[in-house]
């Protein structure tokens, strides 16, 4: 396992317990996703002496438990289905923010993108990433994907 | 499309009562989440601050074009923003008399040092990054603007 392995599931599940409540396992076998139309992505790209993208893609229904654990909602709120999107692209910009942070540290000029949702899986990438699959208590399957050079960074 | 505006200002002004001040707040949140924006509010409402006017902004043309219309106490603001970022929101602010008397307080993912010294030196009042605490930023807002701690 390499050291930005570490970092990435270090700080992802760090953010994703303190920003959203949400507390996660490194998955035990391959994430099983449903339909495509039921999966929701965001991406962040971000520029600097390294450039590249994390992703985050969630169930959209973990999305919208997501939103509600950020905004104090009862499951189920109408409201929650509709900031769900906005709640995976903030997710995907802290995650991305604070990974970026602990990997190249505060003295590089990193710059972070605005973060991009979509319905279904991220595009097929062929930069070199690190793959960080994630289950919630609830076994929801979580995904987190960072795109850099080879090399760059711890 | 969604209001911008939570909750329409009712232009309470600053009371003062021997060394305690009551002041009802006009807040500015700048940030281009919606979900961003309700968790800074919320974080303010559970540390007990009484928020006169709260007030919401997609980006920093927003901001600005909000504060030359109403008075705003404090802005709270994100850096990465479409159209105008905080940064160069703060820049802004800052070359402007009457707006350069509101203080800032930066609440963003970035960490670089350089961006940040930038807006230290055009002088912001504070920082937080990115996930924050709801306390530490009510306790921030309280400090910024010099209110004892509930």
């Not at chain 1, 994907?145 to 711890?154: D, E, S, Y």
């Not at chain 2, 106490?73 to 929101?89: A, C, F, K, N, R």
């Not at chain 2, 960490?111 to 306390?135: M, T, V």
């Not at chain 2, 921030?140 to 010099?146: A, D, M, P, S, T």
């Amino acid at each position: 396992m390499t050291d930005t392995t570490n970092v990435l599931r270090d700080v992802a599940r760090e953010v994703l317990a303190d920003f959203a409540f949400l507390l996660t396992e490194p998955a035990q076998a391959p994430l099983a996703w449903p339909a495509a139309e039921l999966v929701r992505h965001a991406e962040i790209d971000f520029e600097g002496p390294f450039c590249g993208t994390l992703a985050i893609t969630a169930t959209s229904e973990l999305a919208e438990a997501i939103a509600c654990d950020m905004l104090g909602l009862e499951a189920g709120d109408p409201e929650a289905v509709a900031q769900s999107a906005s709640a995976l692209g903030e997710l995907a910009n802290v995650v991305a923010g604070a990974v970026i942070a602990r990997l190249f540290g505060t003295s590089s000029n990193y710059k972070l993108g605005l973060p991009q949702v979509a319905h279904g899986h991220p595009r097929v990438d062929v930069r070199p990433r690190e793959v960080l699959a994630l289950e919630d208590m609830e076994g929801r399957p979580i995904e987190i994907q960072l795109h850099k050079p080879a090399g760059a960074g711890k | 499309m969604q209001s911008r505006r939570r909750d329409v200002p009712d232009w309470k002004h600053a009371l003062r009562s021997g060394d305690q001040a009551l002041m009802s707040l006009n807040l500015l949140v700048v940030d281009d989440s919606s979900v961003m924006r309700r968790m800074v509010i919320r974080s303010l409402a559970v540390s007990g601050l009484q928020v006169g006017g709260l007030f919401q902004a997609e980006n920093g043309a927003e901001a600005l074009t909000l504060m030359r219309r109403a008075w705003v106490d404090i802005v709270l603001s994100d850096i990465h923003m479409p159209e105008m970022t905080g940064i160069e929101l703060v820049e802004r602010m800052a070359a402007d008399p009457l707006l350069s008397q509101i203080p800032v307080v930066i609440v963003s993912t970035e960490r670089g040092d350089e961006r940040l010294g930038h807006l230290r030196q055009l002088g912001i009042k504070g920082y937080l990054s990115k996930p924050f605490q709801p306390e530490h930023l009510g306790q921030l807002v309280r400090e910024i603007l010099g209110l004892e701690t509930q």
